[in-house]
């Protein structure tokens, strides 16, 4: 069966292609399906939808990333399939992209504390409508000429406890789940690889509802991807994954379906939403 990669950024948060162009680069790619999963927002989706209307064998899962807090990291929740043209749903979004901006312009205080002289109008022209992240800073400063290349930033400066980090107002991982489910959706763990208490963790979120864990994920070697298989299968989580493509322009950022679950993984994870989303059409 040919895999689906069900983890993939726009422009609608820290991706560089549009939805638009996401979707031509992931059909001429070959794949099946996909899901669009941007940070704090489903702005891309009615886009991706319409792009894909043009490839009639191509499947689209509207997704969602959030972010949740635990002491001194995070985990990453992704959704697929919440109901996300309900009002309410979008006014939570919202008020959560606030906090990234926030977030963002207190970060490129820090940075010019630090003599790294990038602007906040110049971040904000490049993360556009998208919900704002770290990569939209780290862009600003590979513009700028302080570094070459996105992940550099993050190395130096705006990772977990780098120098110029800030926090801003998060979800804990069970809040997440919770919420997830409220929305009609189904709840997966992202790139678990370096969780803390992974086996505890995934028990406790899946007693609030979680039904995967990415286990396929382009950035793990073959032997994590077996040992989370194994660790999935014990908890009896779904093995979901995908390459979390950006195009940011990282050195051997992988490409949209150079790692996925099979492709009925589409239909297993719209089986397990608890009021899936209609899809047009
Ligand atoms: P934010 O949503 O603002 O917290 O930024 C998180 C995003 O930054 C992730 O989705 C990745 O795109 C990127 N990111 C996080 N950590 C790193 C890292 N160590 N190297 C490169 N990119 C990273
Ligand atoms: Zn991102
Ligand atoms: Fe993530
Ligand atoms: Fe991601």
């Known amino acids: 069966m040919p895999i689906a990669d069900l983890h993939l950024h726009t422009t609608a948060s820290d991706g560089r292609l549009t939805p638009t162009q996401l979707i031509e680069l992931v059909a001429g790619r070959g794949l099946k399906g996909v899901a669009v999963t941007d940070h704090d927002s489903t702005e891309g989706l009615a886009e991706a939808f319409a792009a894909a ?7 689209v899962v509207p997704g969602i990333e959030l972010s949740t807090d635990v002491p001194g990291n995070e985990i990453h929740v992704l959704a697929y399939y919440i109901q996300y043209t309900d009002p309410g749903v979008q006014e939570r979004l919202a ?5 990234r901006v926030d977030r963002a312009r207190k970060m490129v205080e820090k940075l010019r504390e630090l003599g790294v002289e990038i602007e906040w109008d110049r971040v904000q022209a490049i993360a556009g409508e998208g919900a ?21 930033a993050f190395d130096a400066y705006i990772g977990r406890n780098g120098p110029a980090y800030v926090e801003r107002e998060k979800l804990t991982p069970v809040q997440a789940v919770e919420l997830i489910r409220d929305w009609g959706g189904a709840a997966v763990v992202a790139h678990p ?6 086996d505890p963790t995934l028990e406790e979120l899946k007693r609030a509802g979680l039904v995967g864990m990415e286990v396929y994920y382009a950035q793990y070697s073959p ?3 077996r040992e989370l298989a194994a660790v999935a299968a014990n908890h009896g989580l779904l093995a979901c994954g995908g390459s979390d493509y950006h195009g940011l322009g990282n050195t051997g950022e992988p490409l949209p379906g150079n790692m ?10 719209r089986e397990l939403a608890t009021r899936p989303a209609s899809i047009p059409a």
């Open 95 to 99: 008020r959560f992209r606030e906090g």
């Open 260 to 269: 996925g679950p099979p492709l009925d993984m589409v239909d297993r994870l």
């Open 53 to 59: 209307a043009a490839y009639p064998d191509l499947r």
């Open 193 to 198: 690889g370096w969780m803390p208490d992974l």
């Open 132 to 152: 704002v992240g770290r990569p939209h800073l780290a862009l600003a400063m590979v513009e700028k000429g302080y570094i070459k290349e996105p992940r550099e």
């Open 223 to 225: 032997e994590r991807i």
